[in-house]
């Protein structure tokens, strides 16, 4: 089945600074990768997908890239916000979703 | 919101209780999953339901119990638990099953499991 691993666990960084935050997946057949938000005592969101076929998508202050020979994709934060600390969770499609462990994102004023 | 409700939000019980966890999702969608979250590990899927029909079930014990009575409503009767069961348990829904191309996953806030 696919392993997903994620890193950094957790992440500081101050306002206005990047994020970034990295996985990597062991299934090549892995087509789909979202990226969910989740903030204290509310599910997962969704907030930015990937598949295979694209190499990189951007949504305002949001990234991800692909690279799909590494098997490897990354959310990239730009300008971050107090409003961005959350617990941010990638995920690789095979068959079924399977998801990283998580980053604790906090930002710091 | 994201159009998935849960109840109870919170829930303690003993090792003997039985109890049900409720999920309803108000987006028409097709499918619906059960997750476990525990801390510091990726979410764990438990079942998955489509078009009513289960159709994984990832070697969850048989203590939980699903139950999905029609495309919007999907219960988790839980009995006999573990202390090692408490968790937060997430329902979530997609438009369609996931052999599709669509089925990007909506999340419900979850119930805080707690086994005593």
């Known amino acids: 089945g696919e392993n997903v691993e994620q890193h950094p666990s957790t992440l500081s960084v101050q306002e206005g600074d990047s994020a970034v935050i990295k996985c990597t997946y062991s299934d090549s057949a892995s087509n789909y990768f979202p990226w969910y938000k989740q903030e204290l005592g509310k599910g997962p969101q969704l907030i930015i997908d990937i598949r295979s076929n694209v190499g990189e998508k951007k949504d305002q202050r949001i990234a991800v890239t692909l690279n799909k020979t590494a098997k490897h994709f990354s959310l990239h934060i730009t300008e971050t916000q107090p409003e961005d600390s959350a617990v941010y969770f990638c995920?690789?499609?095979?068959?079924?979703?399977?998801f990283g462990a998580g980053t604790t994102v906090t930002v710091r004023a | 919101e994201t159009g998935v409700t849960q109840t109870p939000r919170h829930l303690v019980m003993g090792m003997t209780n039985k109890k049900s966890l409720k999920c309803e999702q108000h987006l028409g969608h097709n499918a619906m999953y059960w997750y476990k979250q525990s801390a510091k590990k990726p979410l764990e899927l438990m079942f998955v339901y489509n078009f009513k029909e289960q159709t994984e079930n990832n070697s969850v014990p048989s203590r939980f119990s699903p139950e999905c009575p029609n495309s919007s409503h999907l219960f988790l009767h839980l009995h006999t638990l573990q202390p090692e069961d408490s968790a937060l348990y997430l329902c979530a829904s997609s438009q369609e099953p996931r052999t599709s191309g669509n089925y990007e996953q909506y999340f419900g806030p979850g119930t805080r499991l707690t086994v005593t």
């Open positions: 995920a690789a499609d095979d068959y079924k979703l399977s």
